[in-house]
């Protein structure tokens, strides 16, 4: 079940989602004090490529806070606003809730990324 509705996601919006996680990790590679933020971007795309059976855990510290605060004033409001809207939109449906629920999953990650570790979930 947890393939068909990754797939279903790709579809429904995912694969949009991920390409924009690549854009910002791109632009913020693009400096050296930059990278390490744009590789925190390329590992949070993978669960904007197949949300369903991954979980958000948060195990911030005082540096993660730190590093927060400057992701949410370059990067971090794009990213949750444009996820935010997407799953208000597919939450007008009731087939869509459940990606409607997965993009607002993301909309939390692409808030405060670090300090978060995305975990499988095996039921």
Do not use: Y
Not at 59 to 86: K, M, R, Y
């Amino acid at each position: 079940m947890r393939f068909l509705g990754n797939i279903i996601w790709i579809i429904c919006g995912g694969l949009l989602s991920a390409i924009g996680w690549w854009i910002v990790g791109l632009l913020w590679c693009c400096t050296v004090v930059g990278i390490p933020v744009g590789l925190q971007c390329f590992k949070l795309s993978s669960i904007s490529l197949n949300p369903f059976g991954k979980e958000v855990v948060d195990e911030g510290g005082a540096v993660s806070l730190l590093l927060n605060i400057l992701w949410i004033c370059f990067s971090g409001i794009e990213l949750a606003l444009a996820n935010a809207l997407i799953g208000c939109f597919l939450c007008i449906t009731i087939v869509g809730i459940p990606f409607g629920k997965q993009f607002f999953k993301i909309a939390r990650v692409a808030l405060f990324p670090f300090g978060t570790k995305v975990v499988r979930v095996h039921f």
